[in-house]
């Protein structure tokens, strides 16, 4: 069965360090996959956006990568602050079907002062 | 820009009442309109895709006549849970996009938590 897979444990750094997130994926033919960033109680916000022939992508402090053969895409934020602990949510888009995107269950990044 | 207001952001009521829940694009038309339902620390679980002028597609296993959803225009959309018991609290939350999908971020509103008594 098709499957996205996210840590569900809390990542917990220090300011100024680089969190990477994960985001897994099985039996899938992904066209693209999208980030997006979630906060208690509110709906989530678009991060990023990176189609299956693209291997990074690139907006300011964030960068994804996308590894189709390890089916894994990688979300980057450099030099992290407290202000980004949030939940983050990877989504996945197929191709040859549905173009609605898939969500994770996002992973929680805690950034420590 | 492209903000999205979804109306009430809370609600509390008895079992068996009927609740309308309220998505609005505020500065874009929103061909397609998405309501999602998420448990704590669980993902969003898309309920049914509505598009203006059309009748809303349905995911498998959500109840088409328990779960109203009418686009009557290209700014809102909404859902009413009709007879709500215990069972359908949770968080709703839509999304809209500009066009009819495919690979376009979507823009989501800040949900609805409902608590049925």
């Known amino acids: 069965s098709q499957k996205i897979e996210q840590n569900s444990e809390a990542l917990n750094i220090q300011e100024g360090k680089t969190a990477t997130l994960t985001c897994n994926y099985t039996n899938y033919s992904p066209a693209y996959l999208q980030w997006y960033r979630q906060d208690p109680g509110r709906g989530p916000v678009f991060l990023l956006l990176i189609r299956e022939n693209e291997k990074e992508k690139r907006k300011e402090r964030l960068k994804v990568t996308f590894d189709t053969t390890l089916k894994q895409s990688l979300f980057h934020i450099t030099a992290s602050q407290p202000a980004e602990s949030a939940t983050y949510l990877c989504a996945l888009g197929a191709s040859g079907g549905s173009y609605i995107p898939t969500f994770g269950r996002g992973t929680s990044l805690i950034v420590h002062p | 820009g492209a903000v999205v207001s979804q109306h009430p952001s809370w609600v509390i009521c008895k079992s068996g009442t009927s609740v309308k829940i309220e998505c609005r694009s505020l500065?874009?038309?929103?061909?397609?309109m998405f309501w999602y339902r998420q448990f704590p620390k669980q993902s969003l679980m898309l309920m049914a895709t509505s598009n203006e002028g059309s009748k809303a597609t349905y995911e498998q296993g959500v109840e088409k006549d328990k779960f109203l959803i009418n686009h009557a225009s290209l700014t809102l959309s909404t859902l009413t849970v009709t007879s709500a018991h215990p069972e359908d609290s949770s968080f709703y939350i839509c999304?809209?996009?500009?066009?009819?999908?495919?690979?376009?971020?979507?823009?989501f509103g800040d949900g609805t938590r409902l608590s049925i008594l």
């Open positions: 999304s809209a996009v500009p066009g009819t999908g495919g690979d376009q971020p979507q823009h």
């Open positions: 500065d874009f038309q929103a061909t397609t």
